[in-house]
């Protein structure tokens, strides 16, 4: 049986802040995760939404489910083009240049990468704009991300065009190869990415990182305080000088977090003092 689109929306505003989402976030998309609800009732042969609450209660285990249902994968590659140039022209240089000066590898991260759009993103950047000009840089990219299917995607690293347009036209030749109706990255690009599964509520990568990507999922989707928890925790994994980059219009609480200035406003980009 369906459900209704106003008792859905209902249902969201009861179940989201159980399980640490904020609502707002999950406006815009409602539809995609209703439908999602919609599909799990029918597979569990309920009759509706009342049901599904009554079987939330009797089954623990499907808040995990529920949880699961909430993720967004929604991505591209260059996404929000500009603070990309800025990142180019100017912060890689510069942090590459700081690692260099002191011996040490130049750390990124890619904080819920979904297909891997935004890690191969960076990785082509530093084939553009760091290789050649710091010979010397060793360059680690790590992307995490709670979602299996989408790591296998990442992995395999093919996409379709709607993913790629956002790409300048001489990169997309450069680094891609056309197979079928897809865009499949070279070698050389993926080769760069250390994927791993893990949920950022509970745990993130070793050691820190001079700039991190964590656009599009916790100032979006996580409840405030749940939000203002994480971020501290990714400002303890930024090295002093190094950056933080979320994404446009996502609610990033910056007046409630530890060690973390407001660089670039209009871009989103953060810095650790
Ligand atoms: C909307 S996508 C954003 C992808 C990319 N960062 C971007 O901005 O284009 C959000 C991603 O975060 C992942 N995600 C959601 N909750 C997560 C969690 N608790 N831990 C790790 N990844 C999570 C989802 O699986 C999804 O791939």
Redesign the pocket.
């Known amino acids: 049986m369906k459900t209704n689109k106003n008792h859905c929306t209902e249902f969201l505003k009861w179940v989201l802040p159980q399980l640490g989402f904020r609502w707002e976030g999950y406006r815009k998309v409602k539809r995609q995760v209703c439908k999602r609800i919609n599909a799990r009732i029918s597979y569990l042969q309920l009759r509706g939404l009342i049901s599904y609450k009554e079987y939330l209660s009797k089954n623990p285990g499907e808040w995990k489910i529920l949880d699961s249902m ?7 590659f260059f ?2 083009y500009k603070s990309w140039e800025l990142l180019g022209n100017k912060l890689l240089p510069e942090l590459a240049a700081r690692a260099i000066e002191k011996n040490r590898p130049l750390r990124c991260w ?6 891997g ?2 890690p191969y993103s960076l990785a082509i950047l530093y084939d553009q704009k760091l290789k050649h000009q710091f010979p010397a840089l060793e360059f680690q990219l790590a992307a ?4 299996n299917n ?1 790591l296998e995607r990442a992995t395999n690293a093919c996409y379709p065009a709607g993913n790629v347009k956002d790409v300048p036209a001489n990169y997309l030749r450069k680094y891609f190869i056309k197979q079928n109706e897809e865009y499949c990255l070279k070698n050389n690009i993926k080769n760069m990415v250390t994927f791993m599964k ?5 745990e993130m990568p070793e050691g820190q990182f001079d700039l991190v ?5 916790v100032g ?3 409840a405030r305080e749940k939000a203002i928890e994480v971020f501290n925790r990714i400002a303890t994994k930024i090295r002093p000088g190094g950056f933080m980059i979320t ?1 446009n219009h996502e609610p990033v609480p910056a007046d409630s977090l530890h060690d973390i200035r407001v660089f670039n406003r209009g871009l989103n980009i953060y810095q650790k003092t």
């Open positions: 909430m993720q967004i994968s929604i991505s591209r996404r929000d890619s904080a819920g990468c979904a297909s759009e935004e995490t991300d709670a979602n989408l893990q949920d950022i509520r509970k990507f964590c656009k599009n999922i979006m989707y996580f994404g």
